[in-house]
């Protein structure tokens, strides 16, 4: 079985909607409707701007829980699983993550 991913304040993703049949994820408020110029204010317009905006982006992400996407230490789960009956599946696990890779980049 998959390790499960970990959301904003350290709580598991809700994956029940894909158990269900759905292709479309409830959104993930937390996540979702954060505006990231509230939190990074620095505009990286110029190389002196690079530090500055480096430790609000990275402070950021920590406080997202988000920091594992950009380090490594969030590995890609596998795209496909097996059932108890050998059968392969799309991992749910692995399309949360494809999208929240998507999103930092």
């Known amino acids: 079985m998959s390790t499960p991913l970990i959301g904003s304040f350290g709580k598991p993703l809700e994956l029940s909607w894909l158990s269900q049949g759905s292709l479309t994820p409830p959104l993930q408020p937390s996540l979702f409707s954060i505006n990231i110029k509230n939190f990074v204010t620095t505009m990286l317009m110029k190389v002196k701007d690079f530090l500055p905006w480096r430790t609000q982006f990275m402070a950021f992400l920590v406080t997202q829980w988000l920091q594992g996407f950009i380090d490594g230490s969030i590995p890609t789960p596998p795209i ?11 991992n749910p696990s692995y399309l949360v993550w494809l999208h929240l890779d998507k999103l930092l980049r």
């Open 80 to 90: 496909y699983i097996l059932d108890n009956r050998s059968i392969q599946h799309l």
